[in-house]
């Protein structure tokens, strides 16, 4: 009941929580995408060149997404901070975005 109560006020929360909120969707977006990587890794039309650095590349957006998310925890506090904060993690968002349809639409091709 608590969970439904705070989320049912997203509109509510400051930039910097919604900012969160994405980032969170693109953390477990990209930790859904690794097991696809390594089913179809030892395909053998797979180019596993590009495989293996779409999974490095994942990892690496996994990482920066959640030490993003940590730093969003400590600008809080700041209010003069958190539109840049806002600014810098949706283009990042984006970026991430465009790897992963790159990585999605790949892999049926394996």
């Keep these: 009941m608590k ?3 705070i989320l049912s ?3 509510d929360w400051s930039e910097v929580a919604k900012t969160q909120l ?3 969707f693109s953390v477990f977006m990209d930790l859904g995408l ?3 990587i390594n089913r179809f ?3 053998p039309l797979a ?6 650095k779409a999974q490095y590349y994942l990892i690496a957006f996994v990482l920066i997404g959640l ?5 969003g925890h400590l600008l ?3 209010n003069k901070y958190q539109r840049f904060y806002t600014y810098f993690s949706l283009n990042y968002y984006s970026i991430s975005l465009m790897f992963t349809a790159i990585a999605v639409g790949i892999l049926p091709m394996a």
């Design 3 to 5: 969970i439904k109560n």
């Design 9 to 11: 006020r997203v509109l």
């Design 22 to 24: 994405i980032l969170s």
């Design 34 to 36: 690794l097991p696809l």
């Design 41 to 43: 890794i030892d395909h």
């Design 47 to 52: 180019n596993q060149s590009f495989l293996l």
């Design 67 to 71: 030490t993003l998310i940590w730093i």
């Design 76 to 78: 809080k506090k700041y």
